[in-house]
């Protein structure tokens, strides 16, 4: 076996191809990506931009796709990722192909599900049988199968196709997966992206720098279940709050800059649109927010998301800012206010004139009890590597076939 082929869902990312453990496994395998062009995503949704190496190969159809794997099924092993590739998985099953399932998870945050459905507009966008109704909306025959799905395969077409040509492996960040393999198969433990880009970066000697703050930014407000300030409701997208928030947030970055006589580095959002956010000049920086938190003095965030993790991984204090107009969105209910509450720290309001005062009295020190608690429940999910995640790949496959060349 000299040929590894990942196979993915949607228009790969130069981070997911070193995330697979693809550029580990260059070095002993053929190794490609298989993604058609109909099932393209949000290549935004990783700062690290499109991947467009000679290993990528794209199939018009669905059809054509399975002709690929149809081609490559006796001297390949297939990546398969978890979360959005039941069709791929279909295909790998009908010809037989040998493969691994990989289930990375993003790193979480602690969020209060129960105001779910306390929010009218949430409740009617994810309320009960919301996946049956969208699929009722499209036609009978998507109906019909997301229906099959919660009945006959218990919610999860996988766990029948499971059955009939089992994985080599799972690699699975958080066990939560677990449940649809039934314990039927190899199971091996890798970290979540945040846990697996820090083990990467302790291992890079970190260039001399100037000492700075890292606002790690996320556009009006706070990021929470992969939706930003588009979706929050009611008045909290007002044009003149906006404006509002975008003073004090300029206030308080100048006065944390004459304090400690250095300067605030912008680290940006891949999904929010910059071209309204000035900040005053400072420097803004895309696609290495883990590299700038590792030197950082101390971080601010104006969020609940898992970039969190960086603070925690790296023990650095925190600064958490908001305003009025924030503390009304099912955001503020759902994420930040747990994540107080689990770290035990406060927050700077910053419709509070003697907060922009004196906004230092906010930045808080996380105790290395709530910092390790916090690490397991979300970040490592109870388990410990000192691997990357394409080492583990890597070496699983080579253990189980040998070096490819």
Not at 199 to 204: K, L, Y
Not at 230 to 251: I, P, V
Request: hydrophobic share 35%.
């Amino acid at each position: 076996m000299k040929r590894i082929i990942a196979i993915v869902s949607w228009e790969p990312t130069r981070e997911e191809f070193h995330q697979y453990g693809l550029d580990y496994l260059k070095n002993n395998y053929n190794v490609s990506i298989f993604y058609t062009v109909n099932h393209t995503g949000d290549t935004t949704r990783h700062s690290g931009g499109r991947y467009d190496g000679e290993e990528l190969y794209v199939a018009q159809t669905y059809w054509e796709m399975s002709h690929m794997i149809k081609r490559y099924r006796e001297d390949a092993v297939f990546l398969l990722e978890w979360h959005n590739a039941n069709i791929y998985w279909r295909l790998l099953n009908k010809y037989n192909c040998r493969y691994y399932v990989i289930a990375q998870h993003t790193t979480e945050v602690p969020c209060n599900t129960d105001v779910l459905y306390s929010d009218p507009t949430m409740r009617k966008e994810k309320g009960l049988g919301w996946d049956i109704v969208r699929r009722a909306k499209k036609g009978p025959r998507y109906f019909i199968y997301g229906l099959r799905n919660r009945i006959v395969n218990r919610g999860d077409p996988r766990t029948a196709l499971i059955e009939r040509n089992k994985p080599l492996a799972l690699f699975y960040s958080d066990k939560s997966c677990l449940k649809t393999f039934d314990q039927i198969i190899r199971t091996i433990y890798i970290p979540s992206n945040d846990y697996n880009d820090y083990i990467d970066s302790c291992r890079i000697e970190a260039p001399k720098s100037e000492p700075y703050i890292l606002y790690i930014h996320a556009g009006f407000g706070f990021r929470t279940w992969g939706l930003l300030e588009r979706h929050y409701t009611d008045s909290m997208y007002d044009e003149s709050n906006m404006e509002k928030y975008k003073k004090q947030q300029e206030a308080l970055l100048s006065k944390l800059e004459d304090h400690y006589k250095m300067e605030v580095v912008i680290a940006m959002h891949p999904h929010v649109d910059y071209e309204n956010y000035t900040f005053g000049g400072r420097k803004m920086v895309m696609g290495n927010t883990i590299g700038l938190a590792k030197n950082a003095e101390f971080l601010i965030y104006n969020h609940g998301s898992g970039s969190l993790s960086f603070a925690i991984l790296f023990s650095k204090r925190i600064l958490l800012i908001y305003n009025d107009s924030n503390k009304s969105s099912y955001a503020w209910k759902r994420s930040f206010v747990p994540v107080m509450e689990e770290l035990n720290i406060r927050g700077c309001n910053m419709d509070i004139a003697q907060n922009l005062e004196e906004p230092w009295d906010f930045i808080e020190t996380i105790s290395e009890e709530k910092r390790m608690s916090y690490f397991d429940k979300y970040i490592s999910f109870g388990q410990k590597t000192e691997h990357t995640i394409g080492e583990i790949i890597g070496m699983t496959i080579e253990e189980d076939f040998g070096k490819g060349v």
